[in-house]
């Protein structure tokens, strides 16, 4: 192994231009780089943030896995929300990377004090929610995140890889859920266009606010976290989704949705931000619910993790020459 002689101790300052020549240089940070303290801050609030959505976002499909209307509808739904629980281990794991832990991240999220994305303080009130959710809202997951595969932080930009391809799958089920319903009945057509109806907004609130009323995105996009604003990527959203809707036969519920030759894009309205700020302040239709569901989780599973720190410590030692448990059919050696 060759010695290398120790550097010297380097200033604030050629720590800072060497963390800048990497971001210029469209590289990744690793987690033992020096990294300026609000590049940590920011990266933590939104791993985490994506984090909790991951595991958040379980609850309104969830929900629906005892109703699926059969045994391969309830297969894809229980695939799909295991990944969504995936999602979340890998997006913890990269948080940890920065110096949190998982129980300090769930204890911030059940005390209110991070947040997850809006999208989840709706209701699912049908099973066409279930296709919606795929079609629009993992849609606009897919929007968001492909452009994070490239984000400065090498954790993260990885773990968003594997995330995306399965996001794919989840917006293909929840698209394929809904032209099986709209070659359906009249009522199942009308169970469609009622759940696009309710999530259409919604969807378009998933890229956050307009950009003149994002304060942190200049900052966020110098530092290669971000790379597209939110109207540009709500925009691609926009455009992505108008021929999946007509293909499907559906309507989207916006007057004001229409193509403009000109910028080659189409022009659309905008949702009630008023309405979103509601829900981000934390008083959305299921804001508390949702809360309160994963609070129990964590509490119920208290012993699990007592448990296991336990074995870790120790104090499971005398199990590693006990064979009882071993169900191969060699010879018992013990
Ligand atoms: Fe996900
Ligand atoms: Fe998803």
Known sequence: MPVVAEPEQESE????????????????????????????????????????????GMQPEGAWIGRAPSLRRKAILLAKVQDEAGHGLYLYSAAETLGVSRQELTEMLISGRQKYSSIFNYPTLSYADVGTIGWLVDGAAICNQVPLCRTSFGPYGRAMIRICKEESFHQRQGYELLMTMMRGTDEQRAMV????????????????????????????????????????LRQRFVDMTVPQAKALGVTLPDPELVWNEERGAHDFG?????????????NGPCNAQRVAHRKKAWDDGAWVREAALAFAAGDGSDTSSDTSSDTSDGPRTA
């Not at 050629?14 to 590289?27: G, S, T």
Request: aromatic letters at 12%; glycine letters at 4%.
């Open 13 to 56: 300052a050629q720590l800072e231009a060497r963390f800048e020549a990497v971001i210029n240089r469209k590289d990744r940070v690793e987690p033992r780089d020096w990294m300026p303290d609000a590049y940590r801050r920011t990266l933590v609030r939104q791993v985490a943030q994506h984090a909790h959505s991951e595991i958040i």
């Open 193 to 232: 266009q009622e759940s696009v109806d309710r999530f259409w907004w919604p969807s378009l609130m998933m890229f956050g606010p307009p950009d003149d009323e994002s304060p942190n995105t200049a900052r966020s996009m110098a530092w290669g976290v971000k790379t597209h604003t939110n109207d540009e």
């Open 270 to 282: 905008q949702p009630d931000w008023d309405e979103f700020w509601d829900v981000v302040k934390g």
